[in-house]
T-cell receptor
């Protein structure tokens, strides 16, 4: 069965420190992985997807099929990174539904 | 552009009452989705519409109906509200036809069933 696990409900780091938001998945096949973000008083939005291999707002995420993980990383946290982050998975089948993790609240301390 | 607009933002219902949540997008997107979010859980797909004129069940469709009125609008109806449907509801859209990852979300509707 498809499952996305974000083990940390809350992650608090100091400004300038590295950030790693963990995401582990369970899927029998090759999934597509995504990170979504919701800043305070803003709408949920797509942050990045693994197939794009892009860096958005300094964040990157590498799909590790061996460890079935898709951790979100940023080398130097900024206060504006404080938000709720959701990892999501979708199978490659056109009929595959997207599954969201329960989310991690990232708090950046000044 | 407003993006995805949901109404209402808040609603309190009594058990057994019915109501319709409205959603409209102005981006000419083909696919639209309804999700619910409960405390400590990720978003769960209720229904989706992969293109105008089509609707399909998601992960948790029981107790809901949907209508894709036209390309812009996708409404969610609770015929007989139950306390288990207390949740935050999000509408979303994506440009591609088919079951795609949602790209744009509305602000959400916080619904309480007493």
């Amino acid at each position: 069965a498809q499952r996305v696990t974000q083990p940390e409900k809350l992650l608090s780091v100091f400004k300038g420190a590295p950030v790693e938001l963990k995401c582990n998945y369970s899927y029998s096949g090759s999934p597509e992985l995504f990170w979504y973000v919701q800043y305070s008083r803003q709408r949920l939005q797509l942050l990045l997807r693994h197939i794009s291999r892009e860096s958005i707002k300094g964040f990157t995420a590498d799909l590790n099929k061996g460890e079935t993980s898709f951790h979100l990383k940023k080398p130097f946290a900024q206060e504006e990174d404080s938000a709720m982050y959701y990892c999501a998975l979708k199978g490659y089948s056109s009929a595959s539904k997207i599954i969201f993790g329960s989310g991690t609240r990232l708090s950046i301390r000044p | 552009n407003a993006g995805v607009t949901q109404t209402p933002k808040f609603q309190v219902l009594k058990t057994g009452q019915s109501m319709t949540l409205q959603c409209a997008q102005d981006m000419n997107h083909n696919s639209m989705y309804w999700y619910r979010q409960d405390p400590g859980m990720g978003l769960r797909l209720i229904y989706y519409s992969a293109s105008e004129g089509t609707t399909d069940k998601g992960e948790v469709p029981n107790g809901y109906n949907v209508s894709r009125l036209n390309k812009r609008e996708f409404s969610l109806r609770l015929e007989s509200a139950a306390p288990s449907q207390t949740s935050v509801y999000f509408c979303a859209s994506s440009v591609a036809s088919g079951l795609d990852q949602p790209q744009h979300f509305g602000d959400g509707t916080r619904l309480s069933i007493l």
